[in-house]
Every structure is written in C-alpha cells, then in structure tokens.
C-alpha cells in the first residue's frame, strides 16, 4: 500500500529540520565563543551540578584566602605594637639600673620618675592601639578599651548585659562576689521557658559563650517577683525581676563581665577564624596574657612600671632593685608574644600554600568538565554551517514553487 504524504507535511518537515538545525549551530557558536561545553544546566546536568560544587569550593578558598590575608594584617600590627612595647620595658630597666646605684640621688630619681610616667603613658598608648575598628589586646571583647590609667583595687563584677535580640524585658542585674584568677565574661542562654510553673531554665559559658555546661540549671520567676540564680561561677549570680511585660523566652542571652584587680578591663579570650573547612585558627594576643599576672602571664607590666615610678619617687632605693627582675621578666612576657606572633604567621604562610594548590586544582577540575575541545568545536561547526545551509537551500527551492512547476 502507497502511503501519499501531503506537500504541507514535507514543507512542515523540511522547517522543522531548519529549525533544529539552526538551534544546533546556536549552540555550537555559543560554545565557540564560550570557550565553555557546559553553558547552562541543559547543555549537562550532572556536569553542571559538578561545576557548581566546584565553584562552591573555590568561593570558600577565596573567603578562606582574604580570612588569612585579615589575619596576617592583625598579627604584623601586634607584632609591631608588641616589639615597640618590649623596647618600652628595655627603656625602663636602664632606668632602673642606673637609679638602683648608690651613686644616684633623690633628684636624679625624681626626674627619672617623670620618664617612666612618659614611658607608662606610652604603654598604655600601645596597649590600647586598634585595627579596622576593634582593640588588638581587649580579648574577645574588642569594642572595649583592654587597659586603663588607674587600677582596680579589688575584683568586681559588671553589670549584666541583655543581647538586643531578648524577648525578656525585665530587669536583670548581676550579683555576687567575683572570685576568678582572671578576667572572664560570662554568658547565660534561657534553653527553656515553661508558662505554666514559670521556670526558665538556662546555660552558663565561662568564655564568652565559646562553650556551654547544658547542667539544665532552673529558677522560677514570681509573677511581678524576683529571682537570683545559683553560683554561675566564681561566685557570679544573675537576679531576674519580672518588672516587664514579656516572659522569658528560650534565646535569650545575657553576659556579665567579671575582672580581677588590676588595670585590665579585657578577658583572656582569643579571636579566631576559619582558614579551612573545619580548620579554626587562633589570630589575637590577649592582653591578659601579654601584659598581665593572668592566665600565661607572670607579671602584671603596668603594675611593674608604677611601681617603678613610685619607688624613684619616694627615693626607694631597694625598691627600685626590687623592680629589675620582675621588668625583666615582663620583657620575657612580650617577647613570648611576639615569638607567637612570628609562629602564627609561618602556619599562616603554609596555610596560604596549600589554598593556592587547591585553587589551581578546583581550576583545572572546572576547566576539564567545561571547557571545550576547540579543533573538535571548530569541525562540528564547519559541518553544522554545510547542513544548515543546504536546509536554507532547500527552503528557499520549496518555496518558490508554483502549481506551474508540477504541469508539463
């Protein structure tokens, strides 16, 4: 049986073969001029989905990249304010020695009692010296001054911070007596909420909430009362005063400072940030550890210098004899720091090695899934531009005949 196909079916046919044909050559010039075999989820799904990972890890190598590059601008500024602060102390101790002599007097003594106020002002200038904003040795409370001019004579405890985000809008203050060897800042997270017996429960983090005891701990609120928690630590507690209209709710945070004697107002925290997937890098020198008697420290540095200063003052001479180890000891103390500082940055020097290898790697990976062979592209394009145009050849035939043609 002869099947009789109609003209308006093959001219349909012959169109939509020029159609197709003009699609295919499209993209084979958009991937010329590309350079790219995968332009668009379309052209290879799965292929694209690996670019897209690819691309995904190349972005957390460039954030990881300009983490460390943030990094290494932090350290060579401390290093340089520490190196400065350890020829302060070298500064200091010439002093020291020359007036610890029977040979100086009670005026030499008086007038050198005014270089080591220049050179404790100095020291405070250094202590409290910024990058981008932030105190280089306030620990992780670096919006605030990490030392003051005068000392403190005894510990004591801040009052209690709410976080802007609480619902809570009652009053909350903090109590107790502070009873830690250093400057800490301590964190307190409601966890719970239950309306019916009004208990809140909540964690406490002695660091600045880089880590939580989940004890469960609770307190009942009397409706329009107060209540004060156990010890949160080192003798700190947290009274609550339902003084507001909104409850507690779970995630709500409130931070109480709490410092030690002396002249430093910032804690022993560190600040750190991500070089790598998973890998946390440690980047700040705390002044408690650099300056202080706290934590790594052994000398408290301002504390050395005044009394240094008050012992030139009152002609002291054991004093000032007295003074000399413990300067010298405090210019071990910055020199430590700076020997971290120096060690951080070789990790961060090698660290910045192996991102380069891995961003040529994720390159290569990218290049190998969507670039293009171009003598491969150019062969198929010359052989689509042949098809494409003898379809224009055969439309243009198709379409100027006539009735005419088929008489004879």
Known sequence: MVMRVSENTKYSSIVNNLFKTQDSYADLM?????????????????????????????????QYKHNIESCESWLTITESKLSSVGDL??????????????????????????????LIDEMLTLANAKYNGSYLFSGSTSGTAPFSSTGRDSAEIASAAASGGNAFDGVVTSGGTYTG?????????????????????????????????TTGSTVVLPDGGSVTTGD??????????????????????????????????GNGEEL??????????????????????????????????????????????????????????????????????????????????????????????????????????ITKLSMKEIALQASYGLAAKIGNMTILDWLG
């Open 30 to 62: 958009k991937k010329v001029s590309s350079l790219k075999e995968v332009n668009c989820p379309s052209d290879d799904p799965v292929g694209m989905t690996k670019i897209l990972n690819l691309r995904e890890s190349q972005a957390s190598v460039e």
């Open 181 to 213: 060897s250093e400057n800490k800042t301590y964190v307190v997270k409601i966890t719970d909420w239950n309306e019916g017996t009004r208990t809140a429960t909540y964690d406490v983090s002695a660091d600045g909430g880089e880590s939580w005891s």
């Open 232 to 265: 949160l630590g080192d003798g700190i507690t947290l009274t609550f005063d339902d003084a507001g209209t909104v409850e507690p709710t779970a995630g709500d945070i409130f931070s109480i400072d709490a410092f030690t004697a002396g002249y430093y107002n």
């Open 272 to 377: 750190s940030v991500n070089i790598g997937e998973d890998t946390s890098f440690t980047y700040s020198i705390s002044g408690q550890s650099a300056f202080t008697d706290e934590g790594d420290g052994d000398v408290d540095i301002f504390g050395v210098l005044n009394s240094l200063k008050e012992a030139l003052e009152n002609n002291d001479q054991e004093g000032i004899s007295h003074v000399l180890g413990d300067l010298k000891t405090a210019s071990d103390q910055v020199s430590t720091a700076i020997s971290t500082c120096g060690t951080r940055t070789i990790r961060l020097e090698i660290a910045t090695t192996n991102l380069s290898d891995m961003e040529l790697n994720l390159a290569e990976l990218i290049s190998e899934t969507e670039a293009v062979d171009i003598s491969e592209i």
């Open 89 to 118: 102390l070298v500064n200091a101790r010439e002093v020291a020695v020359r007036q610890a002599t029977g040979t100086a007097t009670a005026e030499t003594r008086s007038m050198e009692a005014k270089t080591v106020k220049q």
